[in-house]
């Protein structure tokens, strides 16, 4: 194949032909094993033409799908006149290469578009930083199946006498400039995280921060503008997002918090590329709450469910309080497929985004989890506390007021969220605090833990949802 179709690694407005091997421990959709790998292909720019699924109980080590089926898919770039194949697999240089000189045209795996999707997306400097290193690190093991140029050059002296020396292969110096240059994103991306991690503590300080998160297209950038009215760009695409927003989120009365919109997951995300996105997830990995975003229309809804929830525990959130919302309600063909969600998941808030069903109940369960518990106190200020007492009087459920047991003081027994509790030391004069109990809540009211949902699931391993046929948990995905 000719070096320049390798250079050119994007997709935009090429003609593609889409390939799945799907092998015994796949988890895509199998009443449409390529509908995911078609919109991502969508995403890229690229015009399908044609589609082959293959099924194999293991991997053909030099041309992944088998030499029958390559040659087939050959005669099918050129019927079609493909410029590129695009496997929903993810496969190595050597499998790359040999495609490639059967079918005559260029062939990207899955990792490989996911990355095209992420470069064209990119807008800030952090995110085209990441992205780039991610390219970097998926291109480095395959340079030498990449390039035709990789010969061996001259040892500097030109041709002739004494210059015949075993000089240095192309391919090290290339691969001495690649690790160099991931050396160099890798420390402009950790001072970009280094400050992006104090940005996130500084907030999380001063205000009770929320995160949405879940599969890419569930609907987080709808559901975000619902919510806060910021006007982020939606669109029917995989990654339509990829850089975080955050804006402030009323919930009633004096109480508010920042929500964040987070980057989507995919099933099969290379572990690279969610290392690289560290700093854009830090929102996620800080937020005292996540809302976790599940589009419940989807066929495959069970297995996003899984894919988000396990790389939630790979970037360190197992442990963070978390909200299921089922999203895309009014777009489910009957009322029972909610049903088994709410019977696996009883916490779970059933919303539309798009038409702003369940929006109050959201807000209103968000409010009690900035709260925190609800502890029963007694606070004791000056009478001349004017400042202090009225803070009380606002945020507390005063029970009763004594200001004859202590002079000049002022004794108020009161219920108070531990949230709000922390703040009276900020407003009243040298305040004192006895906390007698903490009010006990139903199980309702309190958040579940992603780690307590890999649990639910790990417990029921046949789990699936309306219309899905068992399937194993899902690989890591990212955003």
Excluded at 70 to 88: S, Y
Aim: neutral net charge; glycine residues 6%; hydrophobic residues 45%.
């Amino acid at each position: 194949m000719a070096q320049d179709k390798r250079v050119q690694l994007s997709v935009q407005a090429e003609r593609a032909i889409l390939v799945g091997v799907l092998l015994p421990d796949s988890n895509a959709d199998p009443q449409d094993p390529l509908g995911e790998l078609a919109s991502l292909a969508k995403t890229a720019g690229a015009v399908v033409v044609d589609s082959v699924v293959q099924q194999r109980t293991s991997v053909d080590p030099a041309t992944y799908i088998g030499s029958g089926k390559a040659a087939e898919i050959g005669r099918l770039v050129k019927a079609h006149n493909a410029d590129v194949v695009i496997f929903d697999n993810d496969m190595s240089p050597n499998q790359l290469r040999d495609l490639e000189k059967i079918c005559d045209c260029k062939i990207l795996d899955r990792s490989e578009l996911i990355l095209d999707i992420f470069a064209t997306r990119a807008r800030t400097h952090e995110a085209q930083l990441q992205v780039g290193l991610a390219q970097l690190e998926y291109t480095y093991p395959r340079l030498r199946h990449m390039w035709s140029h990789l010969e061996r050059i001259g040892a500097g002296a030109g041709a002739g006498v004494g210059a015949r020396g075993p000089g240095e292969m192309q391919l090290e110096i290339d691969r001495r400039l690649v690790r160099q240059r991931i050396s160099e994103f890798k420390r402009r991306i950790a001072d970009v995280q280094g400050r992006k991690t104090r940005e996130v503590a500084t907030r999380k300080r001063q205000h009770f921060t929320v995160s949405l998160v879940g599969y890419t297209n569930a609907g987080k950038s709808t559901l975000f503008n619902t919510l806060t009215g910021a006007g982020a760009f939606v669109e029917d695409k995989l990654f339509a997002t990829l850089d975080t927003k955050t804006r402030q989120w009323r919930l009633g009365a004096a109480h508010g918090a920042l929500l964040s919109d987070t980057v989507g997951f995919v099933r099969d995300l290379p572990h690279h590329l969610v290392a690289s996105f560290k700093a854009t997830l830090e929102e996620a990995v800080h937020a005292d709450l996540l809302l976790v975003v599940l589009d419940v229309s989807h066929p495959q809804a069970v297995v996003q469910f899984q894919s988000v929830v396990r790389v939630l525990a790979d970037i360190g959130c197992g442990d963070q309080p978390a909200m299921l919302l089922l999203n895309k309600t009014d777009a489910l063909a009957a009322p029972e497929e909610l049903a088994f969600w709410r019977h696996r998941f009883p916490q779970a808030l059933a919303i539309s985004a798009k038409q702003g069903t369940g929006v109050m109940p959201l807000a209103e369960k968000v409010l009690q989890q900035l709260l925190g518990k609800t502890l029963d106190v007694v606070i004791t200020l000056a009478l001349n506390d004017a400042k202090g007492a009225t803070f009380v009087e606002k945020f507390a459920t005063v029970i009763s007021r004594d200001y004859e047991s202590r002079p000049n003081h002022a004794v108020f027994t009161a219920q108070i969220s531990s949230r709000i509790l922390e703040q009276v030391y900020y407003h009243a004069t040298r305040p004192e605090i006895a906390v007698l109990r903490e009010v006990p809540r139903s199980h309702n009211d309190q958040a579940a833990t992603v780690q307590q949902w890999i649990t639910t699931l790990e417990e029921s391993p046949l789990l699936q949802g309306p219309g899905v046929n068992a399937s194993p948990a899902a690989g890591t995905a990212a955003s």
